[in-house]
Nanobody, 126 residues
Framework: QVQLVESGGGLVQAGGSLRLSCAAS????????MAWFRQAPGKEREFVAG????????YYADSVKGRFTISRDNAKNTVYLQMNSLKPEDTAVYRC???????????????????WGQGTQVTVSS
């Protein structure tokens, strides 16, 4: 079972930036689609961004398109989420997740992701 550990969260003012990282254990990281999800208090978990196993394809929720960028470094077993122009409504716990099947899929559904990190808190003040 892969271990995913997020870092980089914190408190930032509206309009600011943060870069989240998610480090994965194991040797098969480069074979899996990865994604970021977030969950705000009292709200359901929602998809934020995803990236294919080669990094050649990225996809985003409409709410973050143009502001957030997902990327990965397969040599470092790490996926990143660069968040710019942050808004108070971006406040949430952000979790990275690994797709359930190797070399397959670009889903936005949390049900298709089998491994999850513990999450990192992002708070955007107005």
């Amino acid at each position: 079972q892969v271990q995913l550990v997020e870092s980089g969260g914190g408190l930032v003012q509206a309009g600011g930036s943060l870069r989240l990282s998610c480090a994965a254990s194991g040797s098969t990281f480069s074979s899996y689609t990865m994604a970021w999800f977030r969950q705000a208090p009292g709200k359901e978990r929602e998809f934020v961004a995803g990236i294919s196993w080669t990094g050649s394809f990225t996809y985003y929720a409409d709410s973050v398109k143009g502001r957030f960028t997902i990327s990965r470094d397969n040599a470092k077993n790490t996926v990143y989420l660069q968040m710019n122009s942050l808004k108070p409504e971006d406040t949430a716990v952000y979790r990275c997740a690994q797709y359930h099947t190797r070399r397959y899929g670009t889903s936005r559904s949390s049900l298709d992701f089998a491994s999850w990190g513990q999450g990192t808190q992002v708070t955007v003040s107005s």
